[in-house]
Nanobody, 115 residues
Framework: QVQLVESGGGLVQPGGSLRLSCAAS????????MAWYRQAPGKQRDLVAI???????NYAYSVRGRSTISRDNAKNTVFLQMNSLNPEDTAVYYC?????????WGQGTQVTVSS
């Protein structure tokens, strides 16, 4: 059974930082590309960042320069470090594991940026 479990969300003040984690089980983690998406109320789910199985990364323009995606293959975990948070970052953040043939989603973790 495949499971992706996100954690690390919460309430943070504008300008603050958060580190999200996504722990995977039931898949050969190291061969999967891993991504973070987010969905704000009333909006579509958008890509935030990707880290490919080989380690290359890519970021949405909205978070580039203030976010870092990383992975620990020994712990089957992907991370998203987000800095300089602003209210527009408020959303449910989802983890996705995917290959060319299949994909899996986590249940999401809420991030709220507010004073």
């Amino acid at each position: 059974q495949v499971q992706l479990v996100e954690s690390g969300g919460g309430l943070v003040q504008p300008g603050g930082s958060l580190r999200l984690s996504c722990a995977a089980s039931g898949i050969p983690f190291s061969i999967y590309n891993m991504a973070w998406y987010r969905q704000a109320p009333g909006k579509q789910r958008d890509l935030v960042a990707i880290i490919f199985s080989g380690g290359n990364t890519n970021y949405a323009y909205s978070v580039r320069g203030r976010s870092t995606i990383s992975r620990d293959n020994a712990k089957n975990t992907v991370f998203l470090q987000m800095n300089s948070l602003n209210p527009e970052d408020t959303a449910v953040y989802y983890c996705k594991a995917y290959t060319n043939y299949e994909n899996y989603w986590g249940q999401g973790t809420q991030v709220t940026v507010s004073s």
